[in-house]
C-alpha cells in the first residue's frame, strides 16, 4: 500500500483528500501545518507528499526543501495560482502543481501518475472479493481467474482506483479510450453492463443520473 503524507491547513479540505485517498486503497498521514508535517517526516517514510503552500509553521515551499534529501515526490495543491508559483515549485523540485478549487478525481489521478513515474504504484487493486494484479493483468473472483476484455479490464481498474466517487461517461472514455469523447453513451454503458455482470457487480457500480456510473464500497 503506498503511503502519502497531505499537508493542508483547511480541514473540510483535509478531510476531502484523506477519505478519497483512503478509498483509493493509500495508505493517508494528515498535518494541518509545516512544523507538525516535518515531524511526521523524521518519523515515517512516505510514498508521495501532497502539499499546500501557505501553511502555518513552515511553508510549503520550506518544507519541500527540507524533505529534499529525503527524495519523496510532491504535488503542490494550493490557491496561489499565479505563473510565478507555478514555476517556483516545479524549479525547487514538485512533480506536479494543483490550484485550487480542484476536482479530486483529477488530484487521484495525477496521484496515480507520480506514483508510476517513480514505479511505487500498488500491485494489487481489490474490492469485495475481486483481486487485480496490474502487472500480469491478471483479474481473479473469489480466486478463480475472470476472462475481461481489455477494455472491461481498464474500466474496472478506473473503478478500482475512484472508489465512491462517480466517474463521468467522458471521463471513463477518454481515460480508456484514449480519445476525446464524442458524446455517445452506449460505448461506454456497453462494457460497463458486460463488466458489471462478469464480475457480478451490479447492485455495486452504479449508474449516476445524468453523469455516469460509481463503484459503491461501505467505509
Known amino acids: 500500500?503506498?503511503?502519502?503524507?497531505?499537508?493542508?491547513?483547511?480541514?473540510?479540505i483535509l478531510n476531502l483528500i484523506r477519505m478519497n485517498l483512503l478509498d483509493a486503497g493509500y495508505g493517508c498521514?494528515?498535518?494541518e501545518n509545516g512544523?507538525?508535517?516535518?515531524?511526521?517526516?523524521?518519523?515515517?517514510?512516505?510514498?508521495?507528499?501532497?502539499?499546500?503552500?501557505?501553511?502555518?509553521?513552515?511553508n510549503g515551499y520550506e518544507l519541500l526543501e527540507y524533505m529534499r534529501p529525503m527524495q519523496i515526490p510532491v504535488i503542490f495543491l494550493t490557491a496561489k495560482s499565479d505563473v510565478a508559483d507555478r514555476?517556483?515549485?516545479?524549479?525547487l523540485g514538485a512533480e506536479d502543481y494543483m490550484v485550487k478549487p480542484f476536482e479530486i478525481v483529477e488530484l487521484l489521478a495525477?496521484?496515480?501518475?507520480?506514483?508510476?513515474?517513480?514505479?511505487?504504484?500498488?500491485?494489487?487493486?481489490?474490492?469485495?472479493d475481486i483481486e487485480v494484479d496490474t502487472l500480469s493483468r491478471v483479474v481473479r473472483k473469489g480466486g478463480q481467474?475472470?476472462?475481461?476484455?481489455?477494455?472491461?479490464?481498464?474500466?474496472l481498474v478506473l473503478f478500482l482506483r475512484n472508489k465512491n466517487i462517480a466517474l463521468f461517461?467522458?471521463?471513463i472514455y477518454e481515460s480508456v479510450w484514449g480519445d476525446m469523447y464524442m458524446g455517445d453513451s452506449r460505448?461506454?454503458?456497453?462494457?460497463?453492463?458486460?463488466?458489471?455482470?462478469?464480475?457480478?457487480?451490479?447492485?455495486?457500480?452504479?449508474?449516476?443520473?445524468?453523469?455516469?456510473?460509481?463503484?459503491?464500497?461501505?467505509?
Open 1 to 12: 500500500m503506498n503511503r502519502i503524507l497531505v499537508v493542508e491547513d483547511e480541514k473540510p
Open 29 to 31: 498521514v494528515c498535518a
Open 35 to 58: 512544523l507538525e508535517a516535518a515531524d511526521i517526516l523524521e518519523q515515517e517514510i512516505f510514498d508521495l507528499a501532497i502539499l499546500d503552500i501557505m501553511l502555518p509553521g513552515l
Open 87 to 91: 514555476v517556483r515549485g516545479l524549479k
Open 110 to 128: 495525477r496521484v496515480e501518475t507520480v506514483l508510476r513515474r517513480y514505479h511505487k504504484t500498488s500491485r494489487i487493486l481489490s474490492v469485495y
Open 145 to 155: 481467474p475472470v476472462s475481461l476484455t481489455a477494455k472491461e479490464y481498464e474500466i
Open 169 to 171: 461517461r467522458d471521463r
Open 187 to 219: 460505448t461506454v454503458d456497453l462494457h460497463v453492463q458486460r463488466m458489471r455482470k462478469k464480475l457480478g457487480l451490479e447492485s455495486r457500480i452504479v449508474p449516476v443520473y445524468k453523469i455516469g456510473y460509481r463503484l459503491e464500497v461501505d467505509r
